[in-house]
């Protein structure tokens, strides 16, 4: 299919879809959808509104304030206790969802998969429950001595009511002289889960990076860097952490994937950061730049390609003997993932994918796909922003179809017209693509698979797709456009 055609294609799709709007529902999504092109001229990603509330009565995909916050900047920090202030639900929804591998002996020193609420009730919303978080917070210092501070989540009852969770949190911290870090983070701030990010960043800042007590004795050398924004999802950190040290490099804190409170408070020691989701983090990077003079860099190690790029381009932050271990590093790893191209690229070459996922994936992982000879004809963000679309029309590679907190009716519909092979999404979207008879793949955390990131993670990756694509369970249903008229 040509580029010309498959722009047609796009197109028609998004006017298909809009016609079953009311005309001012239409009229406001169709800020949200577009075509672009990988040259130079505007399109979608330059015009794509984003980060706006989702329209009243549309079932969008996105995830709330305390998720940004809970499940994925704070939650994944192994020796701090995180406690859901308000009903037991929200905490256990976002209780070891995201699989953030970390070393520890859960219970003891790390936390991650436990679940910690304060599990509000009726009478909490009559009469308030501050009492009832400063009874919590003894009794997990009582029960779990060894956690290395307390942070409190706070859900949606808690800024309707008007609980007071930092004046409890000041107090604590006094009594017990551990850190207590009070995240307002009521689930209906804002338009979606990155304001979450936001506010756990401010508070990594306003909490975290003033506790200068473990930096005075830390030793530092000029090869020192920070892993920001990667939670460790099946274990993407360790990987990356094995191929910066294999280029002489020393990571001294991974933010927040199997990242201890020591971890995040020696962050200002770093030379460079580096960022890999940039959504979810660029706020800290930014401050460490402007208040510490730490430069930082953002990164892609999906698929050989972006990673080798990657590489070299941290390594060109650092001296010579840096760069000419980097280059090491590329040929060391080159054979192997030649040989994964080799094997699977056959069987996936020219077969068409379509993404919808949160954070950086929606663009990081189009390389990985190229690297297998797959082609990305849809791709978007579900709580992305303007310059997150930007970013994505660097990675383009031919007429994409550009969606922003799309809904299951639009992607359903997209889907229909477009007919992928592969379509990469969250849990939500799994089972009704599966159902329709199409290949999936859950890209929130891969599947229960894992990890995707590095170059020994690619021959994962390559693996999962091609058991997603060419599993024989295919060969006993059918997609939508393969039935006849009357088995539809």
Request: aromatic share 10%; with cysteine; net charge negative.
């Amino acid at each position: 299919m040509t580029t010309e055609v498959l722009e047609e294609l796009q197109r028609a799709a998004i006017e298909e879809v809009l016609k079953a709007y009311p005309e001012k529902a239409g009229k406001d999504r169709a800020k949200h959808l577009g075509v672009d092109l990988p040259e130079g001229v505007k399109g979608a990603c330059d015009s794509t509104k984003s980060n706006k509330q989702t329209v009243p009565g549309v079932m969008s995909q996105r995830g709330c304030a305390y998720a940004g916050s809970k499940g994925v900047v704070w939650g994944p920090v192994k020796d701090m206790v995180h406690i859901s202030h308000g009903p037991i639900g929200c905490g256990q929804y976002s209780r070891a969802g995201r699989r953030n591998y970390y070393v520890g002996v859960t219970g003891v020193d790390t936390f991650v998969t436990m679940n910690f609420t304060t599990d509000y009730n009726e009478k909490d919303i009559v009469f308030g429950g501050d009492k009832k978080l400063k009874a919590a917070l003894s009794e997990i210092d009582s029960l779990f001595p060894l956690n290395n501070g307390i942070t409190v989540q706070s859900e949606c009852p808690i800024g309707l009511i008007g609980d007071d969770i930092q004046a409890v949190a000041r107090a604590y911290k006094k009594e017990s002289s551990k850190p207590v870090v009070a995240v307002s983070c009521e689930g209906f701030r804002g338009v979606s889960q990155s304001l979450g990010h936001h506010i756990a960043n401010d508070m990594l800042r306003d909490e975290v990076l003033g506790d200068t007590s473990y930096r005075k004795d830390f030793e530092s050398t000029p090869y020192d860097v920070v892993i920001i924004g990667d939670y460790n999802i099946g274990g993407d950190a360790w990987g990356s952490r094995i191929l910066l040290e294999e280029m002489g490099l020393r990571v001294i804190a991974q933010w927040s994937g199997d990242a201890t409170y020591k971890e995040l408070a020696i962050g200002p020691k770093a030379k460079l950061n580096l960022l890999h989701c940039y959504r979810s983090m660029n706020y800290i990077v930014r401050h460490l730049e402007q208040e510490f003079g730490i430069p930082w860099i953002e990164y892609n190690f999906f698929g050989p390609t972006k990673t080798t790029e990657s590489i070299r381009k941290i390594a060109a932050q650092f001296d010579e003997s840096i760069q000419k271990k980097a280059e090491e590093v590329i040929a060391k790893y080159t054979k192997m993932t030649d040989e994964v191209i080799a094997r699977y690229k056959p069987k996936l070459e020219g077969k068409k994918v379509m993404l919808y996922v949160g954070g950086l994936r929606p663009r990081h992982v189009i390389g990985a796909y190229e690297d297998l000879g797959m082609r990305v004809i849809g791709t978007g963000y579900e709580f992305g922003h303007g310059d997150d679309y930007k970013r994505t029309k660097d990675e383009l590679v031919g007429a994409t179809l550009i969606y922003d907190d799309t809904n299951e009716y639009e992607l359903e519909q997209f889907v229909k017209k477009l007919k992928p092979d592969l379509v990469a999404s969250g849990v939500k979207e799994k089972y009704v693509f599966q159902k329709m008879g199409l290949p999936f793949r859950q890209m929130h955390s891969w599947d229960y698979s894992g990890p995707y990131h590095g170059y020994d993670a690619f021959a994962i990756f390559a693996r999962d797709m091609d058991m997603a694509l060419n599993s024989p369970v295919w060969a006993h249903t059918k997609a939508p456009w393969e039935k006849k008229e009357e088995e539809v």
